[in-house]
């Protein structure tokens, strides 16, 4: 066992866990976010989408002792407001049917959105083809991060 210290949701947290122990389960067992999903233990796909300084990666695969920034989970998306835009994009375009993706599709175009507030069909599929949805609905989920999209557009003074 070591002594961790990660910043998660912008908030400093110390676990005792092996070097090994994949993020995932540090955030599900010792810190008890639930948010973030196991789905195939390896990397393929998607469930278990966080951000680690902005950038979504795959918590299932990724070792602890090699975490050196800062964890976003759907817990910490929205920061300090009710709803991030895409959580509230989701909700209006009913994108969830058993819902065990959508933390990692919301994280995954999260990601997209920081870099890309304009994104074509085609980068929206580029960017969540990683994360698996059993219950295909992937073109609501293009809808909603278009609409998220737009509040981001928006928020930047952009309405063009």
Request: net charge negative.
């Amino acid at each position: 066992m070591s002594r961790f210290k990660l910043t998660v949701n912008g908030e400093l947290q110390e676990v005792d866990v092996s070097p090994d122990m994949p993020l995932l389960w540090v955030l599900r067992d010792k810190l008890k976010l639930m948010g973030t999903k196991f789905g195939c233990g390896i990397a393929q796909c998607g469930a278990c989408t966080v951000h680690l300084d902005g950038a979504a990666v795959r918590s299932c695969t990724l070792p602890v002792s090699a975490v050196t920034g800062a964890v976003t989970t759907i817990e910490g998306l929205a920061g300090t407001g009710d709803l991030h835009p895409l959580q509230a994009a989701w909700i209006e375009h009913d994108v969830p049917q058993c819902g065990y993706c959508q933390a990692g599709q919301i994280m995954s175009a999260a990601a997209l959105l920081a870099t890309n507030s304009r994104p074509a069909d085609e980068d929206i599929d580029a960017a969540l083809a990683g994360n698996y949805c059993r219950c295909g609905t992937y073109v609501r989920i293009r809808k909603a991060v278009h609409t998220a999209a737009s509040f981001y557009n928006a928020d930047a003074g952009d309405q063009g």
